[in-house]
């Protein structure tokens, strides 16, 4: 009888130390996973910062191009005053990729509505196009790598 206590009492000893010794096995893994994901979120917050000072740096790029811009209409504008008129047709169609409808109206009722364009105006159409389309690809490259940071996590 004092045996089987015996190797009873050495059962429940050694299943009592395999347990407590699992239970410290997991709160270790719980811990290096909670680290790890500390890590993570603070290698993404570092990543989404420089992202935002990359993108105001962009932003006051974008402003300066836009300053620039319109002092060399100013100057445009003073050098040549004499117009330069451009066909309905041209304006239509720059209108037509500013707008980006579903469906274009036929030209032929556009042609009796619309009047001729300057250069002025035309140059201003295709500027103001232009500095469009590259605020809309640094806000899809913006969004592209903030995907990119956040996806990793």
Not at 69 to 94: C, G, K, N, S, T
Request: proline residues 3%.
């Amino acid at each position: 009888m004092k045996i089987a206590l015996l190797i009873c009492s050495l059962c429940l000893s050694f299943a009592a130390g395999f347990l407590f010794a699992r239970e410290r096995a997991m709160q270790a893994q719980k811990k290096e996973v909670a680290v790890k994901i500390v890590r993570q979120q603070q290698s993404a917050e570092v990543a989404l910062h420089a992202l935002r000072k990359q993108q105001t740096a962009q932003q006051q790029r974008q402003v300066l191009q836009l300053e620039q811009l319109e002092q060399q209409f100013r100057d445009y504008r003073e050098q040549l005053p004499q117009r330069i008129i451009l066909p309905v047709a041209w304006r239509m169609q720059h209108d037509r990729a500013t707008h980006l409808p579903a469906s274009s109206p036929t030209a032929a009722p556009a042609l009796n509505q619309a009047g001729a364009t300057n250069d002025l105006a035309a140059l201003s159409t295709v500027s103001l196009n232009y500095a469009s389309c590259l605020s809309w690809r640094e806000a899809l490259e913006g969004w592209q790598q903030w995907y990119a940071i956040v996806s990793t996590q």
